[in-house]
């Protein structure tokens, strides 16, 4: 029974590079959560999807980044025109229903930017 | 949007000794309250939660107790281990979303 999937588990980009990062819930799971933590710091939501459908995304910056959870594979959290900022940790989180229920996370993507 | 804070930030503690992390919370909507526990470069992990209509929960060594009317909920870890040592986040949930505290780095020195 395969947990939460994500990859890359570490991508590098240039500086005005586009990111993208991609996670498959766990089965059975059909919502998808994304965070962003940097160095030493708490997990910062920032879009909650269901498939084909943005629920939440107000911890979204309005540009550069976008989200999408496709009816078929996995979700794609995409960032354009990366700055050295957008190093972070990103997580990924996938739980069965909408409140209530347990997030369990993957295990990350680390993006540095140079 | 809910404000979580967290206290203390870092907390060292002998081999089997208690630790206790508190989590006060803004948002009277929350209704879910894990505590999840992440080491160094890994995903964080859930470790125990409680829902709104109980009072503790345990689970061998660590509990969980909520204080809905103060807003606030501790995670309680007994006998320590050095392999308790890590960052341990609450993350009261609203609505959807998990929102995390700054954690506490918790070191347990043998």
């Known amino acids: 029974n395969a947990g939460v999937m994500q990859n890359p588990r570490h991508l590098v980009r240039r500086r005005g590079q586009e990111a993208r990062l991609r996670c498959s819930p766990m089965?059975?799971?059909?919502?998808v959560y994304w965070y962003r933590q940097l160095p030493e710091e708490g997990l910062k939501f920032m879009v909650y999807?269901?498939?084909?459908?943005?629920?939440?995304e107000s911890g979204m910056p309005k540009e550069r980044f976008s989200a999408e959870f496709p009816k078929e594979g996995p979700s794609i959290l995409r960032i354009q025109q990366v700055v050295r900022g957008d190093s972070a940790a990103y997580f990924c989180?996938?739980?069965?229903?909408?409140?209530?229920?347990?997030?369990?996370f993957g295990p990350g993507t680390r993006l540095t930017v140079t | 949007g809910e404000n979580v804070e967290q206290h203390p930030s870092t907390l060292s503690v002998q081999e089997g000794d208690s630790a206790v992390i508190k989590c006060t919370y803004s948002?009277?909507?929350?209704?879910?309250f894990p505590w999840y526990k992440q080491e160094l470069g890994k995903r964080p992990q859930l470790i125990i939660d409680?829902?709104?209509?109980?009072g503790e929960k345990k689970d061998q060594r660590i509990a969980v107790t909520l204080n809905k009317t103060a807003k606030h909920f501790s995670l309680h870890i007994t006998e320590t281990q050095p392999e308790d040592s890590a960052v341990y986040f609450c993350?009261?949930?609203?609505?959807?979303?998990?929102?995390f505290g700054k954690g506490t780095m918790l070191l347990v020195s043998p």
């Open positions: 989180a996938s739980s069965p229903g909408t409140t209530r229920d347990e997030q369990y």
């Open positions: 999807l269901q498939k084909e459908n943005i629920i939440d």
């Open positions: 993350a009261p949930q609203g609505y959807s979303t998990l929102t």
């Open positions: 409680i829902r709104s209509n109980v």
């Open positions: 948002d009277s909507a929350s209704n879910y």
């Open positions: 089965k059975g799971h059909s919502h």
